[in-house]
């Protein structure tokens, strides 16, 4: 087992034990106190071990240690030495002179919080650039760490006023502040340092400018004369509804005193509505009334004829069973038998009724089962029929499927389809038949044929100056001549008119000529 037993000595004192086996153990595992040296002129390095607050780190250098070791708790070693770092951060308060793109100078007041990064490369960068002074020796408080702090603040917070309008420092106060958080916090990141909070103060005005005051005197007035016009303009509201009120009253009363006249006026006509209508109530139950009297009157008087009629009925009955006794007994006796007569006719004739409805209604059954056994038998008639039918069209669509396979071999053995036509026609005497047609069309025709020679009578006329007249003669009468004998129709008579002579018209002479020609 390894026992420690450790109190307030120096190295050249204390003795501890320690088994072979266990002198590799960390020295990081050891809890307990800080050892130092107490005796007078001793120089021997002081060790401990180091426990820290929440709020505190251990920068350890030297023997064993490749640069910085930042822990929370720690056993110092002979020539090692240890740093406490705080990471509580703390305020930093300037009041930067900035100039803004429209060259106005003014006084920015700011607060900012700022300490040590929570992050272990981020302390071994601030234990190894901010612990100690610029001479090498040990740092006392947060003078050189500010100073840093408010040259990096003030450099990125001119930049950044230098590239804004005054009125978009007003009108972006919160993007400004972003801004200048996030320039001096990339500048700050390179020492291990970190900004927790920056509050930019209101901007004031530098000495010699008057800028923020001219506005604040620009805003007092403006608001004094806003005020005013608010004051005017709510004393017009008051004046305006005090009157719109006052005339809303008096229409209100108007309206209230119509609407009383009115239903007056209502009143009173529901009441003399009311009174005729009991006026008329009054007449319909006197009118019912008398109407009851006469009514009552009339049933007494119609009931004493009933009685009388009655006592004259029982009167009549008496004298009708005398009479019945002797002549009425014969006259319902025969009216009796001829009942009898007729009930037996009318038995008789209904019963032949029936007969014949009943023959009637067989020979319609009969007919109806005649008939729907012909429409069977025609529509199986039908069916049959369409079936051969169905049948032969397929037989006739086999065969001429044959034939056609059968004429492409044949065209195909004569060489072409226009070979295997002309076969055809050949074989069916097509030939012939297209002859006889053609002999019975023209059959009867008598044509007209006429053959004209206008030209030159020889080689010496080709040269003769009056050929062109002497062609336009020799062809007009021809043609006058060929148009009438083919058509029957005459040119007229002012395109030419030659006088006739014994032998008939001059054209005619001119057409034999050329004939003759």
């Known amino acids: 087992m390894l026992w420690y037993h450790i109190s307030e000595v120096c190295l050249c004192s204390i003795a501890i034990p320690v088994y072979p086996q266990l002198a590799g153990y960390a020295a990081d595992a050891l809890l307990g106190f800080p050892i130092s040296c107490q005796g007078t002129g001793c120089r021997s390095p002081k060790m401990g071990v180091f426990l820290l607050p929440p709020n505190q780190y251990l920068a350890l250098t030297g023997a064993g240690i490749d640069g910085v070791k930042i822990a929370k708790k720690a056993f110092v070693l002979p020539f090692q030495k240890v740093t406490r770092i705080s990471i509580t951060p703390f305020d930093f308060s300037l009041q930067l002179q900035a100039m803004t793109i429209e ?44 100073d840093i702090v408010k040259g990096i603040i003030e450099g990125e917070t001119r930049v950044i006023v230098s590239g804004l309008t005054m009125e978009e420092i007003f009108r972006e106060r919160q993007i400004f502040k972003q801004k200048v958080i996030q320039n001096v916090q ?4 390179q020492f291990g340092l970190k900004i927790y909070n920056a509050n ?71 009441k003399a509505a009311a009174e005729a209508d009991f006026t008329n109530k009054q007449t319909e139950l006197d009118r019912d009334i008398k109407l009851a009297r006469i009514s009552a009157a009339r049933a007494a008087e119609a009931r004493d004829a009933e009685l009388q009629k009655d006592v004259e009925a029982k009167r ?80 006739e669509a086999e065969g001429i499927s044959a034939l056609a396979k059968s004429y492409a071999e044949l ?101 034999a000529a050329a004939r003759g020609n």
Request: hydrophobic residues 35%.
């Open 186 to 189: 990339e500048e700050l990141s």
């Open 200 to 270: 930019v103060k209101e901007l004031q005005d530098s000495p010699g400018n008057q800028y923020f005051s001219s506005l604040a005197q620009k805003a007092h007035e403006s608001a004094i004369n806003t005020a005013r016009v608010d004051v005017a303009e709510a004393r017009m509201k008051g004046e305006i509804g005090e009157k719109e009120k006052q005339g809303l009253t008096k229409q209100q009363i108007s309206k209230i005193e119509a609407e009383t006249s009115i239903r007056e006026t209502e009143r009173k006509k529901e």
């Open 103 to 146: 060259k106005l100078s003014f006084a920015l007041p700011a607060v900012f919080t700022i300490g040590p990064s929570d992050d272990l490369h981020a302390l071994v960068k601030y234990a190894t650039l901010l612990t100690g002074g610029r001479d090498g020796t040990k740092a006392s408080g947060q003078s050189h760490v500010q």
């Open 411 to 511: 065209g195909q053995a004569l060489g072409g389809s226009d070979a295997l036509l002309k076969y055809l026609m050949l074989e069916k005497g097509t030939y012939g038949e297209l002859a006889r047609a053609n002999a019975e069309a023209i059959k009867g025709l008598q044509p007209k044929i006429n053959v004209w020679t206008t030209g030159p009578a020889g080689e010496g006329g080709a040269g003769d100056p009056s050929a062109a007249i002497r062609n336009i003669f020799q062809t007009l009468p021809p043609l006058f001549s060929t148009i009438e004998d083919q058509t029957g129709i005459r040119p007229p008579n002012w395109i030419a008119q030659v006088p006739q002579t014994n032998g008939g018209p001059a054209e005619k002479q001119v057409a």
């Open 316 to 395: 009549a009955a008496t004298e009708l069973e005398r009479l019945r006794a002797t002549d009425v007994s014969k006259a319902m006796a025969k009216r009796e038998t001829e009942k009898e007569a007729a009930d037996a006719k009318f038995y008789t004739q209904n019963r032949d009724a029936d007969a014949k409805y009943y023959t009637k209604n067989k020979e319609i059954e009969a007919a109806y089962l005649q008939a729907t056994r012909a429409a069977e038998a025609n529509y199986f008639a039908r069916e049959k029929e369409a079936q051969s039918n169905l049948i032969t069209r397929k037989l």
